[in-house]
């Protein structure tokens, strides 16, 4: 195979792992290096199916000895192998970081022999990058689970961030569909990073020549829809990681099946309608409760909302016609409309429609005059969905029935469902 | 929003109104030429009917014009009393509004200025005026296309060994990416040539220059192995791409046509 055909496999191998953030980390650059990062993180290009490219994802090899049923590269899937010298995976980086194509790499690896091996291969290839090469830019490696602490260690001090996936949301579907992992071997090298992350900031504190360990954090995704775990489950889990963890991000992927396997929900006949340009309709639900898993997420992340508040009265999943914050509003109504000239910036920030801009921008300009809704309007405020929930100077937007039924099917985005399924009035009803 | 896009009919908010002459101001168009407007304008109180640079001035018969001499000492000075007076943040946001491409621009940063001149830091707050709005928008957009044009630069190796990127932005934003491609590509020979404005800038390894380019200058001749390279790219940005998964609305949208000619994942097709 030449060179181009196996980056095409390895690269096919890899594009499965959603995350391709560069943020997390401001680095100045160094004169006799090359390179730089950029703590907002820098999108250099986009997929056609709309997901921001901002490192060269690959893997090194992707001959694996693990079978996870949902994993493209498992032992008995029918695809081509390939592998790449640690000196082309950094000749390669360093080629395309030259040419702006790329904020820097992203590293994984099949596990072949067993997970220590791997993890040298995986240090070799940067060490070979951060060295030799010179490399300064952004680097996000894949920890394999089942690691020894000392490589992690090593590796974690050569990369940028560090992911270990955890794929599946639950045990039970762990031991079913991935037989070589536990969940041990997942969740003690993500405590080991996160002490090496507090252990390293101490030492920062004490001594001036300590190098970095993992300073933009670690990551990890959930593969959603292969296995039948509700999204309270998915959401109570992200909370956790993100409190007991110190994750910097968990990522959703909607399980798109590739190859044949009985043990999975096989795939639907793809048929792309590329007139209307609308996304695939038989993964449209799937992408959609992807979509809300990742609005739900920003909830706990910048919002304030805690898992147990999005899913009040025993409801499983978050709804597909509506996004969880006006969700969460409609069953408080009581909290509601709020005041935009008095409320605090946190009570502002749980008005749908309003965001964190959106929210300091009112703080800022309520403090030289009284704001109504042409002037929040001027500012750029969005009141599609706001104006139902505020009032200014205590009047109303005008022509609103503040009333939880009327409202929500003013805001239900018919649109977003749109050829998927057609809500019916027994949907609104029981909603 | 309706604004007032013509400048001439946008009225200068000056308190100090010690000379009353009604003049159209003009300067050389640099960034230091237009703080020696505002030192002119606020401190000798003359009032503008407009401010144009000179190479865009389309003079009138009836009105009067006068030329700012560009004084480093003098913009200096205003510079230092933006950051002293005003704040720190709002200097850069004067700074990127200023890079905007419209023809209303300076009216509204001078407004700004001298509301901000009044109000110190507060002057973010006051969105009831218009231009405070405006310049806002203006250095919001010029802050965005900057940042998207950090990621969406294409350089190609050149014959010469020095790497060569064109692009078509809206906005001046090439001081800015100077900046930013200065920092990083620190040990390499760069340049950046923004078609639409006719101008370049190029870097040695060390410093940049700002230089002018004819319109009608001939593409570079690149490196041998600069096809194999971007083949690589391509194959690679085409892999990536999940089926299942398009979303042309939501690609147009993170990445506009507009960027996409100057982008040898969309220009090449292998």
Known sequence: MDFQERLKTLTEGAKYDVACTSSGVNRKGKRGMIGSADACGICHSFTADGRCISLLKTLINNYCEYDCQYCVNRRSSDIPRASMQPHEVADLTMQFYRRNYIEGLFLSSAVIKNPDYTMEMLIKTLSLLRG????????HVKAIPGSDEKLIQKLGQLADRMSINIELPSERSLTHLAPDKSKPAIITPMNYVKNGIIQNKEEMKKFKNTVDFVPAGQSTQLIVGATPEADSRIVHLAQGLYKNYKLRRVFYSAYIPVGNDTLLPAAPIPTFDTGTGLIHKEYGPLLLREHRLYQADFLLRFYGFTAGEMFKNEEENLSLHIDPKCHWALRNLEKFPVEVNTADYMTLLRVPGIGQISAERIVKARRVSKLNFDNLKKMGIVLKRARYFITCNGKMAEKINFQPESIELRLTDNNAVGPYSQMTLSDVASA | MSQAHDTKSTSVQTERKL?????????????????????????????????????????????????????????????????????????????????????????????????????????????????????????????????????????AETAQGIYYCAITPVHHVLSILAEHFSDRMIDQSWIIHDKRHNKAVVYNGYDYTFVEVSPDSEPPVLAGNEEFIQNLWVTYFNTLAIEARKNPKLHRQMLPIRYRGNMVEFSKHI
Not at chain 1, 132 to 139: D, P
Not at chain 2, 19 to 42: H, P, Q, S
Not at chain 2, 97 to 123: E, Q, S
């Open chain 1, 132 to 139: 030799e090469y010179r490399f300064n830019g952004y680097i």
């Open chain 2, 19 to 155: 000379v009353k002459r009604e003049v159209d101001i003009l300067f050389d168009g640099t960034f230091e030429g237009f703080l020696c407007v505002v030192y002119a304008l606020y401190y000798e109180g003359i009032v503008p009917l407009s401010i144009q640079a000179i190479d865009e001035y389309q003079p009138s018969i009836t009105q009067e014009e006068q030329f700012i001499i560009t004084d480093n000492d003098r913009a200096h000075k205003v510079e230092k009393a933006i950051v002293k007076k005003i704040s720190h943040d709002i200097a850069r946001r004067v700074a990127y509004a200023f890079l905007a491409d419209t023809t209303d621009r300076y009216v509204n940063i001078l407004n700004y200025i001298i509301l901000g001149f009044k109000v110190g830091h507060m002057v973010d707050s006051h969105m009831q005026h218009d231009f405070v709005l405006r310049v806002h928008k203006f250095a919001r957009e010029v802050g965005r296309e900057a940042h998207k044009l950090t990621g969406f630069c294409r350089f």
